[in-house]
């Protein structure tokens, strides 16, 4: 089974993917094939807004975005993961879930309404509130609503700007694995 996790901050290796890395774990641990897709490195381009995929459920540009749609297709669960950028995710997860208006199922095709696909939202931070993370999970769980994803989970994590703040605060990389733990188990329970 697999489960694709897309990576909105611009850092391959930063603080969002470490706390990713302790959510995909568990999933690993137990054979899960977790293919992650960092759009910081991913050749995506903004949406030119002609509204042809309205009429056709096509995008006029061929980049990476395609392919990291046909992973979500495959996968049980999709990981949306981003930093907080100005309250909200960062500029290159606004651009992917622009480039997603396609699959949108408001527009031409409801293409996963039959799906089995589950959602996970996760927010990383510098300030120390976390209402500003719910601001992000409800973008993601917005866009994921709209590809007939429902969000099963969450994770945020606050006070995290440098990569020494996750050193200096091993609970939230614990946490992050648990979440993962226990998002597997959910998943197996849900497949019964
Ligand atoms: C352009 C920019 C805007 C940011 N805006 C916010 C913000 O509004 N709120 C906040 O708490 N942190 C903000 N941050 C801090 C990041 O969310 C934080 O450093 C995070 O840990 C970065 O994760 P990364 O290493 O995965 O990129 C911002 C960082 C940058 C570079």
Not at 38 to 67: F, M, P, R, T, W
Not at 103 to 124: D, F, M, Q
Not at 127 to 144: P, Q
Request: include cysteine; hydrophobic fraction near 35%; charge should be negative.
């Amino acid at each position: 089974m697999k489960v694709t996790s897309i990576l909105g901050s611009p850092h391959t290796h930063g603080n969002t993917a470490t706390v990713l890395n302790e959510l995909e774990r568990p999933f690993k641990e137990k054979g899960y094939e977790v293919v992650r897709y960092c759009l910081g490195s991913s050749d995506i381009h903004y949406c030119l807004g002609c509204k042809s995929c309205y009429e056709n459920g096509k995008c006029v540009q061929n980049d990476d975005v395609e392919a990291i749609v046909e992973s979500m297709l495959e996968s049980v669960l999709v990981i949306v993961a981003s930093p907080s950028y100005w309250g909200d995710v960062t500029g290159q997860m606004k651009v992917f879930i622009d480039r997603c208006t396609p699959y949108c199922n408001v527009r031409y095709t409801e293409l996963l309404s039959e799906s089995i696909i589950k959602g996970v939202a996760v927010a990383v931070r510098a300030g120390r509130n976390k209402e500003e993370n719910e601001n992000l999970v409800n973008t993601i769980e917005h866009f994921l609503g709209h590809l007939n994803i429902p969000l099963i989970s969450n994770f945020t994590a606050e006070s995290v700007d440098k990569a020494e703040d996750l050193m200096e605060n091993p609970k939230i990389i614990e946490n992050a694995y648990t979440c993962g733990k226990n998002i597997v188990a959910l998943l197996e329970g849900l497949q019964e």
